[in-house]
């Protein structure tokens, strides 16, 4: 299970700026206030414009940076107290995948079993469950280096994978994928939100209405920084007065946008 409430971050920015002059500095409300709440054997998805906050949010659950205020947690474990043990219980996948290249699929996932305190046979036995899991075999033995987008993504989760985490946080996992390697991706998420699959709790942000009509049992929207709404489809479907999910998420993100 993961708890993020009430979470905020600001930065601060330098603009105008030029190599004999410094700019003037700025601060920036990343995220001023968002709460997930998500359960395990559910999917959880954290649907916003870009620039909406979503990022900043997983990058703190991940422990990348502390939050300015709230808290986050990952099965009642704090992340900013305890960080190395609530990673642990998480398996990440970030916006950028950063496959070791001269390292074939098997060598990237082994080697993160390794880094997860796993042995080398329990490493490649996961790799090879792994493989089927998400359809890579052809790839398993291949060098990263040169992989399509849709293989990157692939071998990115099976190492974000391989230490069997119960919960499971992915950033907008389907950007430039094909039509093909989204769908491999969707059926892999719904058989690990199973309980064949382990009942996981997962989380992933995205912008795509399509992936969270689909996929999500919650949905969390998030605008400027700020958690708006939050329920099933139906629910905010109901919430927002409206037939369509786009409609809707327009509705409850930009209320300033919408037409009376």
Partial sequence: MIDIRDVHKQF??????SLFKKGKKRVVHAVQGVSVSAANGRITGLLGANGAGKTTTLRMLGGLFPPDAGHI?????????????????MGILGDAHGLYPRLSARENVIYYGRLQGMTPDAANARAEELSKLLEMQSILDRRAEGFSQGERMKTALARALVHDPANIVLDEPTNGLDVLATRALREALRWLR???GGSKCIVFSTHIMQEVEQLC???VVVSHGRSVAHGSVPALLELAGETRFEDAFVKLAFPQEVTP
């Fill in 12 to 17: 601060i920015a330098q603009t105008g700026g």
């Fill in 73 to 89: 947690a990952c099965d009642g474990i704090v992340v900013q107290d305890e960080p190395l043990k609530a990673l642990a219980r």
């Fill in 194 to 196: 199973s309980p064949a």
């Fill in 217 to 219: 049992d919650e949905v």
